[in-house]
């Protein structure tokens, strides 16, 4: 038998493959199969953030090229081998002339790459300005990064400019089609034939609205009557899909948004403004179309006993905000109505007599009791409560940020999100019952990995070495409340509330009922913002199916509904993390007028360049690790804590630092701190 010569050539083996992610300290990392990859900056080729990448390992040990403070990596050094498919066509960046050449740098800071345009191709671009390119040629070892301008999305250097930097890059669509608003506009309310198609009427019932006091489009109305032992509880939502068919230009055009976008300064709506702000907003004294679900309740325990789906015509006799209903629970009978009338009322309120406040107030009052049983009966099922406080940059006429307003979970928040909790899952069961098709609301349990990893990160905390190890990272929702119930002070509740969100799984649309476990509810679909969340409106539609016979478009969007359920998840995190993006340019806004002065943060991430501080307007900034002292630090990354190597001085998640800001830029959206003068 022929011996095989050793010059034959052996089958390559393969190469592991990922996403590449850079940071915008020039180098990154690729998550594969086999583990994460540490690639350096000269080691990139040409690869941009998101490309899918092999790579080539260039290095067996881990842990040994420095950083700043004398930390090691962990991770194997590799480099990008090839480059499978590219994540950018497009890069929005400034412009910058240098004859012959309009040389366009990346907004994104993580690209490490300039682009370089002919400048007689676009002349009339001014310096400085804000434009897309599309890339012609990807840079690589030898050659730079070629590419066109396809359009000039502004002038200036201004931070509202840079929202439509955010808006751009997240290619949110601010425009509807001609047809689109051709539809829109044709759209009437016409209540005589829809009392006659079988909608019922409701306007004598005393229905109003709670919403945030800056509100321009209202979807969900109560009404709450006490029956001897009864409760009858009416959730009342816009009817959207009365406007709104399949396959129509509207259609299209939300389906494709996905959702509603709520930036700092202004709101990218899923439906032209005729009918989110008009026909379908739930205003007061005004006849409006409505999809109600009436619920009859056991007033002791809040059991359901009875629930009625129909469509509807309504009437909304008072629009209150959170604040308001706030000061109705909060004061007593005699100060009541001058409680409601200190507070701001919202946009398009309507006045109300002193008698129509105590009527609004008595069923607000009787909705509160009915909402603590409601979460009563959840929490003993295991629902998580996350302590979230959401910050929003105060603005002037301007766009400049003159402060920062707070949004806590208040009874008055908790009430409504109750109330739309419970039609949420009666509306997902109805269609279930009825084996109508559903986009269902899901969330899965969290992995094992990562509630054993934050288990490691709590045994720092005094107060949470009492948590059962096996049950927590088991995910046992009841050891998890008891994390979120611990007694600690705010400012740590709150972070630890955060560590366990960023452990959880997200939730997703789909068509595959599988139970939301941080609801602790087995059914459970979105119907109650089909404003401004397409998978609502989708909902909205099954129940009409299911109320009559099925409609030409039936079939085609049953057949449809998983892509948009797919589709509707990825609309979502888009637009979180573009409300996310702008705020957060406004507050660090806000911020540059505070540079040098000191304040009190917390650890909210430890890594072996720095830590990750968190102030208590919810900003995160940076203080790098060469300001934690003179001396090598070992980074423990199961419980997150640095340990200096002379002083032994120890600095982990959730301990209070006492920082200077040194740098607020809203461009990048990076804050950087400093360790004040003799702090150390």
């Known amino acids: 038998m022929a011996r095989r010569s050793s010059k034959a050539r052996k089958h390559p083996r393969s190469r592991p493959q990922g996403i590449l992610e850079i940071t915008s300290r020039g180098f990154g990392f690729v998550k594969t199969a086999e583990g994460e990859y540490f690639i350096p900056a000269s080691k990139m080729y040409g690869a941009f953030p998101g490309d899918l990448v092999e790579v080539g390992r260039i290095s067996s040990n881990r842990g040994r090229y420095q950083k700043p403070g004398g930390i090691s990596s962990r991770k194997p050094t590799g480099r990008v081998a090839k480059i499978i498919s590219r994540a950018n066509e497009r890069i929005i960046g400034r412009y910058e002339i240098a004859e012959p050449f309009g040389v366009v740098i990346p907004s994104d800071t993580r690209i490490p790459y300039d682009i370089f345009t002919l400048r007689k191709d676009s002349p009339d671009v001014e310096e400085g300005s804000l434009v897309e390119v599309e890339l012609i040629e990807y840079p690589s070892r030898n050659s730079a990064a070629t590419g066109r301008v396809t359009r000039v999305i502004g002038k200036g250097d201004d931070s509202n400019l840079e929202i439509d930097l955010i808006i751009a890059q997240h290619k949110l669509e601010t425009e509807f089609n001609d047809q689109a608003l051709e539809e829109a506009s044709a759209c009437t309310l016409d209540i005589g034939g829809a009392l ?104 002791s325990d809040a059991v359901v006993e009875k629930v009625d789906i129909f469509p509807s015509v309504i009437r ?66 295991g629902c998580m409560e996350f302590d979230r406080v959401e910050a929003r940059a105060i603005l002037d006429p301007a766009g400049r940020p003159t402060g920062i307003k707070y949004r806590r979970r208040t009874e008055a928040t908790g009430l409504i999100e109750e109330c739309m909790i419970l039609a949420n899952h009666l509306v997902a069961q109805w269609l279930t019952d009825r084996s109508m098709p559903c986009i269902y609301r899901t969330h899965a349990a969290p992995g094992r990995d990562s509630l054993f990893s934050l288990y490691e990160i709590l045994q720092e905390f005094d107060a949470y070495k009492t948590l059962d190890k096996t049950l927590f990272v088991a995910g046992n929702p009841h050891v998890l409340q008891e994390l979120l119930d611990a007694p600690v002070d705010e400012q740590t509740h709150e972070l630890v509330s955060m560590l366990l969100l960023r452990s959880m799984k997200q939730a997703i649309y789909s068509t595959t009922e599988t139970g939301h476990y941080g609801l602790a509810l087995e059914d459970y679909c979105h119907f109650t913002s089909p404003i401004r969340r397409y998978p609502d ?110 002083t032994g001085r120890t600095y982990r998640i959730g301990q209070k630092l006492n920082v200077m800001l040194a740098e607020a830029d809203w461009r990048s959206r990076q804050v950087l701190f400093k360790m004040p003068p003799n702090a150390l």
């Open 196 to 299: 006659a198609d079988g909608y019922r009427d409701l306007r004598d019932r005393f229905i109003f609205t709670i919403d945030p006091v800056d509100a321009r489009d209202y979807d969900d109305a109560l009404s709450v009557e006490l029956d001897g032992d009864r409760i009858h509880l009416g959730v009342h939502i816009a009817d959207v899909s009365g406007y709104v068919p399949f396959d129509s230009a509207l259609d299209y055009d939300a389906r494709r948004r996905g959702c509603s976008v709520y930036l700092v300064d202004r709101v990218i709506p899923m439906l032209p403004e005729q009918l989110s702000n008009e026909l379908c907003s739930l205003v007061p004294d005004q006849d409006r179309l409505a999809v109600s679900v009436d619920v009859v309740l056991r007033a």
């Open 537 to 646: 409106l989708f909902v909205h539609r099954m129940v009409k199916e299911a109320l009559r016979s099925k409609s030409e478009t039936f079939e085609a969007e049953k057949n449809s509904s998983a892509w948009i359920a797919e589709h509707s998840s990825e609309t979502e995190r888009i637009a979180a993390k573009a409300e996310l993006q702008s705020q957060l340019v406004k507050l660090i806004e806000y911020l540059q007028d505070f540079i040098g002065q000191n304040f009190e943060t917390i650890i909210y991430s430890v890594s072996t360049f720095g830590v990750v501080l968190r102030m208590e307007n919810t900003v995160q900034g940076f203080l790098p690790i060469e300001e934690l002292g003179d001396e090598y630090f070992s980074y423990n990354p199961e419980r997150g804590v640095l340990t200096g190597s002379d």
């Open 316 to 381: 909304s006799k008072a629009r209150l905000s959170y604040d308001q209903a706030q000061a109705i629970i909060d004061a007593n009978e005699d100060a009541m109505v001058a409680a409601f009338r200190a507070k701001e009322a919202p946009f398009g309120a309507n006045e109300l007599t002193d008698s129509m406040v105590g009527e609004v107030a008595h069923r607000i009052r009787q909705a509160n009791e009915l909402a603590k049983k409601l979460y009563k009966k959840r929490y003993t099922a």
